[in-house]
């Protein structure tokens, strides 16, 4: 209470929405109250951690001292104040409220509701026991196990107690596993689907390096989970999978250039040519920091409305309400939509992989606990009705966000910062015109600074709510649960009133430091929503469980299994506190991707990652901003042949396929078969098979991002695209005259440079191989025909067909490499790990501990009852 200068101001003007009222401004410990003077308006509670930014504006004309108040659930209100000497006290006392500490002084550490809420279990909601046992684990399937590697959080302190792995693999081999993946997060189990033995694993990124490291621990892992729904002893029943295909996908959620920057730090992505029966795409879905920057413009273009109408109604005797004076076109710069996009694209993906396909999903992105969690609990929600139910939901988020460790804390900013606080200089007024715009300027520079929010905060979660709204339109019918129930989560999640969202995992919350743990301390927010009276406002009235029966065979049925549209993307108008129309407009068109989505990759050769980071110097700059689509930014599809849309797939404009890959290699290719277990990404088109595909000019294709420009190209080897213009341009006086076909490689070199009539030699198929022996290769983009790269600094001749074209959900058997057998290090505080009966050569690098194979090893044998455990496999 020491903090408190004011507890109470009277005669003060808010301005909210274009309306100004008058009443009297309150602080609490925890809230900022303001009552108005017309008893029919309810007064307005603000928890100081829902306040993200306040600004204390000049004097007004009529001598007022306003305070400026931006809240998280994207609210806009102006407090003015008839003494300067108030406004100063209520800003530094809201602020000293505001920024905490440490997270003991947040009101879930205070709250006692009363009365006391009917609901207490809300901390024992979620069993990891009784959630696995319900999808199957130990009964429908023995296949998995769990392991309490973990009990006392000394293994990975950001993963919950319980984890469930593939009961195969011992805990020695996990322990040797935890060091090849970044903050030991190994991958486990998150989901077992109920329609057949397909899986949803989640980790973090491997810790490869520029030197390529690997670990037999880690691919025997993978190895195991990609076979638990092939294995008939490792099954309670046996029975047919229908469906059944080896496309296990690891799914790296990054941009292939963020994945390209963790290598140089050590880390980076799986090599494929170590981990069998397993395909690789990346979703490119970007940063904490670029969703950050996404959000701040969307709240941009809300507060510039909000200040729009507030000054349109100063300028007018009378208030107006219900115009609409929002900025579409900004909320459509902002990305934010094209990020949502991206997720549900991925999401969609990972549906159709475990469900149609009956296959397993490893899903990572860094440290896997943001994007991870995202299209890991969103596929989950597609998959399994139950959690579209008020209970599973709150289970999905128990399991997924909560106990796999998304760092709440630090993505909400609960502590906030003074940043977010921003006053004029003390001598604003009181000199001439100099001190003015001296003052002016150091105002603007402040609230810069102050824009640029904690290091560590991202709507990572409010990504997810958002895209559960988005199903929830798509699919009305399909939800317990209404939108008053997601935006009350959203609401919670900022208002620290429960311990809920207040940590960063599981470990935080159960243990207590010198004391209670703060799940004793606090209420969890399920209590609230679980009441009679939370229960009765959440529910969708339109829900029908009917439509979910896995045995129905009605017109339209779907076995409970939703696959959301990725193109039906609006913004969600409620959160924001506007109409649809006003954010959405009444047509809306679908986003569009500027994102790379590439996949699948079978080898290191088809790795755009791998092939950047093999030396330091391929490490490519900070990305510059995109440019804008002109004539010169030209996308190439997949092949000539017809599209499945109107508007292209991200795989065909941004996206880098295994076909576009090998093609790039030179390798020529033929039609795969497509058949409808196979996910749409997988072919370049479903309407008819691809044939006589021919490589695309090189100087379209960028090998190292799968960005199909020329631009893209000179964004990632600048250096050397720019000399290659100037020796291009170097003789354009002298060659322009000269024939297409010239007889020297300089005519080769600068024959884009030639007229108009001459460009078509170069996607005509010669007779006789070039001068240089090099065999020329045709290409087709819309009318114009194009060639070889006249920028090429390499040509690569054909290879021999890819393995792709027999089976593109096939195995692609590799040889692997030899190594000298070298006896372990004696010095290791590990014991040998059993399940290895080959030696292992260990090599420490700073960030991870490199073990090659010298022999192919075998998957740990089943423990058989009644023997020793060497697995540490244990009943279940």
């Not at 928890?47 to 998280?72: D, E, H, K």
């Not at 969103?378 to 909560?402: M, V």
């Not at 559960?468 to 919670?492: A, D, G, S, W």
């Not at 076995?559 to 990725?566: A, F």
Request: hydrophobic share 35%; with cysteine.
């Amino acid at each position: 209470m020491d903090s408190i200068r004011v507890p109470k101001v009277e005669q003060v003007t808010i301005t909210k929405g274009g309306v100004t009222s008058t009443g009297t401004v309150h602080l609490t410990a925890h809230h900022l109250i303001f009552h108005y003077e017309n008893e029919k308006l309810e007064e307005t509670w603000v928890p100081y951690p829902l306040i993200s930014l306040v600004q204390r504006l000049p004097q007004t004309l009529n001598g007022q001292s306003p305070l400026s108040f931006n809240t998280r659930t994207f609210e806009t209100f102006t407090l003015s104040f008839l003494k300067e000497s108030d406004a100063v006290d209520v800003f530094e006392s809201v602020k000293e409220l505001t920024v905490a500490i440490s997270v003991t002084q947040l009101y879930a550490f205070f709250y006692r509701p009363n009365p006391p809420l009917p609901s207490n279990d809300g901390w024992s909601l979620y069993s990891p026991r009784e959630e696995f046992g319900r999808m199957g684990l130990g009964t429908r399937t023995k296949a998995w196990r769990f392991t309490d590697i973990n009990k006392d959080y000394t293994f990975c302190p950001t993963y919950p107690a319980k984890i469930a792995v593939p009961t195969r693999i011992s805990d020695t081999t996990l322990q040797y596993a935890s060091k090849y993946r970044s903050k030991c997060r190994i991958p486990v189990l998150a989901y077992l689907h109920w329609a057949n033995y397909g899986s949803i694993t989640r980790s973090s990124q491997p810790m490869v390096g520029i030197t390529q490291n690997r670990s037999i621990q880690d691919e025997k892992l993978i190895e195991a989970i990609f076979q638990t729904h092939v294995a008939p002893d490792s099954r309670a029943h046996s029975g047919p999978v229908y469906g059944a295909t080896p496309t296990n996908l690891i799914i790296d959620a990054r941009p292939t250039a963020n994945a390209v920057a963790n290598t140089a730090k050590g880390a980076g992505t799986e090599n494929m040519d170590h981990y069998k029966e397993a395909k690789k795409a990346y979703l490119g879905i970007d940063n904490i920091h670029s969703m950050r920057e996404s959000l701040a413009k969307v709240v941009d273009a809300l507060r510039e409305a909000d200040a729009m109408l507030s000054s349109i109604n100063n300028d007018l005797a009378g208030q107006i309400t219900g115009i609409s004076v929002l900025d579409r076109s900004a909320l459509r710069r902002s990305g934010w939509l094209r990020h949502i996009q991206a997720i549900m694209e991925g999401t969609l993906l990972i549906t159709r992989n475990v469900h149609i396909n009956s296959s397993h999903v490893l899903i990572h992105c860094s440290d896997g606990w943001d994007r991870t969690s995202q299209l890991s609990s969103l596929s989950q929600l597609c998959l399994d009705p139950f959690y579209r139910t008020i209970r599973g939901f709150e289970i999905l988020i128990e399991k997924d966000w909560l106990s796999y460790g998304h760092k709440f804390l630090d993505r909400c900013g609960h502590l906030s910062s003074e940043k977010f606080f921003i006053s004029p200089t003390e001598n604003a007024g009181s000199g001439g015109g100099a001190d003015a715009a001296q003052a002016f300027l150091a105002s603007v520079q402040n609230r810069f600074a102050s824009q640029q929010h904690i290091k560590e905060t991202s709507p990572v979660f409010h990504q997810f709510l958002e895209s559960v709204r988005q199903m929830q339109r798509q699919f009305p019918t399909r939800f317990e649960f209404n939108e008053r129930f997601l935006r009350k989560i959203y609401y919670h999640l900022y208002s620290c009133q429960f311990g809920t969202f207040l940590f960063n995992n599981e470990k935080e919350r159960r243990v207590g430091s010198g004391g209670p743990p703060p799940c004793e301390r606090t209420i969890s927010v399920w209590d609230l929503f679980n009441s009679p009276a939370e229960l009765e406002k959440n529910k969708n009235l339109d829900y029908d469980p009917s439509l979910d029966d896995p045995a129905s065979r009605v017109p339209g049925a779907d076995m409970g299994v939703l696959l959301p549209n990725s193109k039906d993307i609006r913004f969600w108008n409620e959160l924001y506190g506007r109409t649809d129309e006003e954010m959405n407009g009444r047509v809306v068109q679908a986003a569009a991707r500027s994102t790379e989505f590439i996949g699948p990759i079978e080898n290191a050769d088809d790795d755009p990652v791998l092939n950047r980071a093999k030396t330091p110097s391929n490490v490519p700059l900070p990305p510059s901003p995109r440019p804008s689509p002109g004539p010169a930014d030209i996308s190439l599809s997949v092949s000539p042949g017809p599209v499945r849309s109107a508007s292209p797939s991200p795989s065909a404009v941004t996206g880098r396929s295994h076909t576009e890959a090998s093609l790039d290699a030179g390798q020529s290719l033929s039609p795969p078969p497509l058949t409808s277990m196979v996910p749409d990404w997988f072919s370049s088109s479903q309407q008819s098979p691809q044939r006589n595909r021919t490589k695309p000019p090189e100087f379209l294709t960028n090998a190292g991002t799968g960005v199909r420009s020329m631009w893209g190209k000179l964004q990632s080897n600048a250096s050397t695209a720019f000399s290659a213009v100037q020796g291009a341009y170097a003789g354009m006086a002298k060659d322009l005259g000269r024939p297409a076909a010239g007889s020297d490689d300089h005519s080769s070199r600068t024959a884009e440079l030639h007229s108009r009539d001459m460009l078509s030699a170069w996607g005509e198929e010669p007779t006789a191989p070039s001068r240089s022996g090099v065999p020329q290769v045709t290409s087709s983009l819309s009318s114009l025909s194009v060639g070889t790269n006249p920028w090429a600094l390499e040509r690569a001749d054909f290879g021999p067909s890819s393995a792709w074209d027999e089976n593109p959900c096939g195995n692609t058997p590799t040889t692997p490499p030899k190594v000298h057998t070298v006896p372990p290090d004696p010095s290791d505080s590990l014991p040998l790990d059993p399940t290895v009966a080959s030696p292992l050569r260990r090599l420490t690098t700073p960030s991870a501990t490199r073990i090659e194979r010298v022999s192919q090893p075998s998957i740990d044998p089943p423990q058989k009852q009644g023997g020793s455990d060497p697995l540490g496999v244990g009943p279940l």
